[in-house]
Structures are given as C-alpha cells and as structure tokens.
C-alpha cells in the first residue's frame, strides 16, 4: 500500500508528487499508462542542434508559477512574440489572408481586421452572461459585424489557440479566460526556453517513483474503509490511502479508468462542457532563412497551416563546427488537425511548403522548396493516452472546472490543464498549478502540510 498514488506522468502528476516527496516519510507513487513521463511536454533531440520541443513550448505569460520555475533554476529564455489580446508590441506578428494571398502587419489599417480585433479585445463586455444564452464564437462575431472575409482571421488567432474551431468556442467561458490574461501582471509576454522544456521535466521528476506502462483501468473507493484501489490493464492491484487523478480531458471523458462507484454525476456533466480537439507539430528545416527578418509569427487565415512561427540563429546560439539551419514550425489544431491527420507526410510536407512559398515569394518564387532539407511531424491526436492537444470550453460551457476539482470523499483528487481555475495560461502552467493545489488538498486531508521550496 502506499500513502498517495498519482495517475498520470505528465507536468501537473510529477510536480504533485515532488510536492508531496517534501514531506518526510510519505510513500508516493506516480503510474503512467504509457513508456515515457512528461505527458505533452516532450522532446525531440536530433532533428536540429537544438532541442525540439514538440509538445508544449512557450512559457505564456511574465508571472506565473512556470515562469517563476524557470527563473528559480536559471533556465535561459527567449523572449518571443506577445499574446493577444495585447494592444502593444506585436511589430514582429503578420496576418496571411489566405482568400487573398496578401501578408499584412497584425495591427493592420484594414478596417476589417481592426473590427474583429476589437470586438475580441472586447469580449462580452456587451453582455448580460447572467440573463443571455451563451452562444459560440462563430455567432457572436457575426452578431457584432465581423466581416465575413476576416472569419478566418479570427478562426486562426482565437480559435485555433484555443485549439479548437470558432463555432465549438464558448464566448461565456472564453471571456472569462480572456480576462485572466488582462489580470495577470506581464501577461501577454511570452518566452521560450533556450534548452528545452526536458530541463523542467528532469527539475519535477527529480526523486519521484515512476512506474511506467501502468495503465489505470478501475479505481475503486469506499467510505468503509478509506482506501482506494487502483487496477491496471494487467490486473495488478495499488491500494492508496489518496488517489489524485491526473489523465487528459480525452481520457477521462471516454471511459478508459472505470469507477466504482461512478464518480458523481455533475463531474461528467461539466466535462462534457470542454472539448478537446486534434494538435500536431510540423517543423520544416531549411538551410538557410527565406523569410524576412522582421517577422516572428504569421497567423494565416484560411490556409493549411493555422499559425506558424521560426527558429533558429541568431536566437540559437551556433556551436563552433556545426552547420546553421533554421525552422519553420506549423501548429495545427481544430478541423485542420483533423484533416491533416489523414494524410501521408509528402502530402503534409508538399502542401505546407506551397504555402509558405506563397507568404514569402519575390524574385524566387518557391524561397521555402529551395531552402528545405527536412521535415518532423507530430501527432498529438494519435498518442493513446493524450488524443489531442488541450482543452477548450465548448459551448454551454459556466466554469466546469470549479466542478471538476473538487475531491470524492476527501480522498479521492483531480488535476491537469483542463481543471485549471485561475490565471494558468497554457497547459503546462495549468498542469503545474492544479498539481500544486492537489498535493496541497491532499497533505490537508491527511493532517500534513508541504514543506515546499519555491515557487
């Protein structure tokens, strides 16, 4: 028997458990369903001279708990492109109007864009959420004179960070998300991690007991004896005197960990309010830069490839005999996730290509198929135990999270990015953040506290 069992490898049950690990004499043990830790933070470490991070890989946001992390253990960052909604420092951000095939600045003159931009600055703030339906976003921007040319503008910088479509988006639950950003000090500063995001992964692993390929099938709990016995896909048996639940949004809605007795019914009813669509990762590497130096980020509407960013030196500093090469990373979310999941890799690779050769053409008209050298792709939607990106609230969606934290008999728990509740931009912060406050809900009901270092 063990004191606290943890389910699920990822950033939120790793830093639950080195919480926990504080505190002298407690057995804590996480299983993972599959042969890695990490969850959706992982890496590859040979397409480049760099580490790649496929998973997550933006610290968002000046102050939180992630950011703090890095700085507490000196880790380099990169400071990149700010996040919307900001009204300031987006020089370095473009917008591709795919329809039109025409690269403008973010902050553009087009009066169009300029509306959809403060409608979104403004969002809700023209509603009564108390008294009116919640509606997708598709509508509501329709309802406030979005231009239909720019639906696509909108899909690709909201929506798709988001990691979803505009008409699966609730404008109740995204308004409020929206303000925690314009609450947050240094919220829309973004940053990446020079080396990595295995340096945050060997920093919350540190000390904990992993046993890996340990699938959860049925967690069973009783108030008769205060235990919780956890099941796997082997038959083999963990009895817990706590059981903090760490898996994805996929994975809990679908049925894979049974429980016994069903968990009660408003945990279900207020999952099925967020949704979790397809993510991918295709990263391009060239031997030389074709895009101009000015620009960071491109969002391109109606177009293949929803958002894109570039890498590379000067920002990667160059080791002394290694050949410079530079990236173009394609993130994929929503419908286009979707599509491009069932395609083979020339296809994706061809097609992605074509589009960039369309953004940056001048006097060569196919700058990105001359420069190109390789491609890696990666399909979160095809991880048995992720299937997708993160969540999203869908629509009819009021705070389902404030459900879904909440403990079964004070011995049973649940964290991970989808039952993040306040200030918790991205899903790595969200993990940590809802794996600190489970490791504190669970020492409190055991009569502990956490003897915790910084953050």
């Known amino acids: 028997m063990v004191d606290v069992l943890i389910i699920g490898g990822g950033s939120s049950g790793l830093y639950a458990a080195k919480l926990l690990n504080s505190i002298k004499g407690l057995n804590v043990l996480v299983v993972e369903a599959s042969d890695i830790i990490g969850g959706r933070v992982r890496q590859n470490t040979d397409f480049t001279y760099w580490r790649i991070d496929i998973g997550g890989e933006l610290v968002h946001g000046g102050n939180t708990l992630l950011k703090k992390m890095c700085d507490l253990n000196g880790w380099k960052l990169i400071p990149v492109f700010t996040s919307f909604p900001s009204e300031h420092n987006q020089s370095s951000e473009y917008i591709y109007l795919g329809r039109e095939r025409k690269l403008v600045p973010f902050n553009s003159t087009d009066p169009d864009i300029a509306h959809l931009l403060n409608v979104i600055r403004n969002l809700g703030s023209d509603m009564d959420f108390e008294k009116e339906k919640d509606m997708s976003m598709l509508s509501y921007l329709a309802k406030r004179g979005v231009a239909f040319r720019v639906m696509g503008v909108a899909d690709v910088i909201y929506a798709k960070t988001y990691g979803t479509n505009l008409d699966r988006l609730s404008v109740k639950d995204c308004a409020r998300e929206d303000q925690k950003l314009v609450t947050l000090d240094k919220g829309d500063d973004n940053y990446k991690v020079e080396g990595s995001f295995s340096q945050l992964l060997e920093y919350i692993s540190k000390g904990v007991n992993v046993k890996l390929n340990w699938q959860a099938k049925k967690v069973g709990y009783s108030t ?43 945990y279900l009813e207020a999952a099925n309010t967020l949704g979790m669509d397809g993510g991918m990762k295709v990263i391009l590497k060239f031997h030389r830069k074709f895009w101009p130096s000015g620009i960071s980020l ?21 080791p002394e005999g290694v050949t410079p090469v530079w990236t173009c990373v394609g993130f994929v979310t929503g419908d286009q996730a979707k599509l491009m999941s069932n395609m083979n890799k020339d296809k994706i690779v061809d097609t992605f290509l074509r589009l960039l050769d369309d953004i940056f053409s001048t006097s060569d008209p196919a700058p990105a198929s001359s420069a190109y050298l390789d491609a890696l792709i990666f399909d979160w939607g095809k991880q048995p135990f992720v299937r997708g990106s993160y969540s999203y609230p869908a629509v009819g969606a009021d ?57």
């Not at 235990?227 to 038959?235: I, P």
């Not at 391109?300 to 894109?308: E, G, K, T, Y």
């Open 224 to 266: 008769s004896d205060n235990l919780v016995k956890v099941t796997n896909q082997r038959g083999e048996e963990i009895t817990a005197k706590r059981v903090i639940v760490t898996v994805p949004l996929t994975v809990f809605k679908s049925g894979d960990i049974t429980y016994s007795p069903p968990l009660p019914s408003p």
């Open 298 to 318: 491109v969002f391109c509407a109606d177009s293949f490839v929803p958002q894109l960013w570039f890498d590379g030196p000067p920002g990667r500093p160059l």
């Open 399 to 455: 705070f389902p999270q404030k459900t879904m934290i909440k403990p079964v008999n004070n011995f049973l728990f649940f964290a991970g990015e989808g039952k993040a509740t306040e200030n918790e931009p991205t899903p790595i912060n969200g993990g940590l953040k809802t794996g600190k406050r489970a490791a504190t809900e669970v020492a409190k009901s055991l009569g502990l506290s956490l003897n915790t270092e910084p953050p």
